[in-house]
């Protein structure tokens, strides 16, 4: 069974920084796009920031120039670094594997919590 397993969330203070991580296991990670969703209480979920399986990004405007999505594929991990957060941040980080060939082959972690509060 696949299991993204994402990590790294809690309080920061507006202006502060965290760094999220998703271990994924039971897969061929390099074979995956990996993209970090996020969702604020009664939104929808968002795109916030993907890679693509040979390392090419994208990001949500709202995110752009603050925040720099990663992977390590020798780690079968991927990383979200935020910086500058302020409280239209907060929101419950989940991180999304999707098959670069077969689309739907997809999974979703269980999330990560992130407040952004003075």
């Known amino acids: 069974q696949v299991h993204l397993v994402e990590s790294g969330g809690g309080l920061v203070q507006p202006g502060g920084s965290l760094r999220l991580s998703c271990a994924a296991s039971?897969?061929?990670?390099?074979?995956?796009?990996m993209t970090w969703y996020r969702q604020a209480p009664g939104k929808e979920r968002e795109l916030v920031a993907k890679?693509?399986?040979?390392?090419?990004?994208d990001y949500a405007d709202s995110v752009k120039g603050r925040f720099t999505i990663s992977r390590d594929n020798d780690k079968n991990t991927v990383y979200l670094q935020m910086n500058s957060l302020n409280p239209e941040d907060t929101a419950v980080y989940y991180c999304?594997?999707?098959?670069?060939?077969?689309?739907?082959?997809?999974?979703w972690g269980q999330g990560t919590q992130v407040t952004v509060s003075s």
């Open positions: 999304y594997a999707q098959h670069i060939l077969l689309v739907q082959l997809d999974f």
């Open positions: 039971r897969l061929v990670f390099s074979l995956y796009a």
């Open positions: 890679v693509t399986s040979n390392g090419n990004t």
